[in-house]
């Protein structure tokens, strides 16, 4: 009984090892919730203030020392993963030191990001005039690209019972 209690605990400590997890500056909450549009109305107000924002990559730009991210807003969930299906409240730009691997941190990647506000920067979207928020990030967390489930269908499966929609073959529709 010992030896499977050890087992077991050891399986247990093995499967959650395996676990892939944020950095714990992107797990915690912070304090104040920042959004967007606040900082595109009154950037100054908001200098050194910590924000974690996500979203899905948009471009990636390698500098000389610090590499640039454009990121497309999203909405977090519980665990500060970016909600995919949900609209953007906006645009951002992360500064991040050193390089990034351009095909890594590709366009439509999700990403999360713990840093400090470090003031806005016009730049243009097409015609348009864009006004960015600019973040100095501390903590950065690359999510694992989703992988949708696939269904398999067997031509070869017959139930007799089975007409395409759940009734039995004593019931009549008229």
């Given at each position: 009984m010992k030896m499977l209690t050890i087992v077991a605990s050891l399986l247990l400590l093995f499967v959650l090892g395996c676990a892939s997890q944020p950095p714990v500056p992107i797990r915690v909450d912070l304090p104040t919730d920042l959004?967007?549009?606040q900082l595109q109305q009154a950037p100054d107000n908001y200098q050194?203030?910590?924000?974690?924002?996500?979203g899905v990559i948009a471009n990636i730009t390698n500098l000389?020392?610090?590499?640039?991210?454009?990121v497309v807003a999203k909405p977090l969930d519980k665990s500060a993963r970016p909600i995919i299906d949900s609209k953007s409240s906006g645009r951002f730009l992360v500064r991040v030191?050193?390089?990034?691997?351009?095909?890594?941190?590709?366009?439509?990647?999700?990403?999360?990001?713990?840093?400090?506000?470090?003031?806005?920067e016009a730049r243009a979207i097409g015609e348009f005039q864009y006004n960015y928020p600019l973040i100095q990030a501390d903590s950065y967390h690359l999510w694992e690209e989703r992988v949708e489930?696939?269904?398999?269908?067997?031509?070869?499966?017959?139930?007799?019972?089975?007409?395409?929609?759940?009734r039995y073959p004593w019931w009549y529709y008229y």
């Amino acid at each position: 009984m010992k030896m499977l209690t050890i087992v077991a605990s050891l399986l247990l400590l093995f499967v959650l090892g395996c676990a892939s997890q944020p950095p714990v500056p992107i797990r915690v909450d912070l304090p104040t919730d920042l959004q967007i549009g606040q900082l595109q109305q009154a950037p100054d107000n908001y200098q050194g203030s910590k924000v974690r924002w996500g979203g899905v990559i948009a471009n990636i730009t390698n500098l000389k020392s610090e590499t640039e991210l454009e990121v497309v807003a999203k909405p977090l969930d519980k665990s500060a993963r970016p909600i995919i299906d949900s609209k953007s409240s906006g645009r951002f730009l992360v500064r991040v030191p050193g390089f990034l691997e351009p095909t890594e941190f590709a366009a439509d990647r999700e990403i999360t990001v713990v840093g400090k506000v470090s003031g806005s920067e016009a730049r243009a979207i097409g015609e348009f005039q864009y006004n960015y928020p600019l973040i100095q990030a501390d903590s950065y967390h690359l999510w694992e690209e989703r992988v949708e489930p696939k269904y398999y269908y067997d031509p070869w499966f017959y139930d007799p019972w089975y007409w395409g929609y759940p009734r039995y073959p004593w019931w009549y529709y008229y």
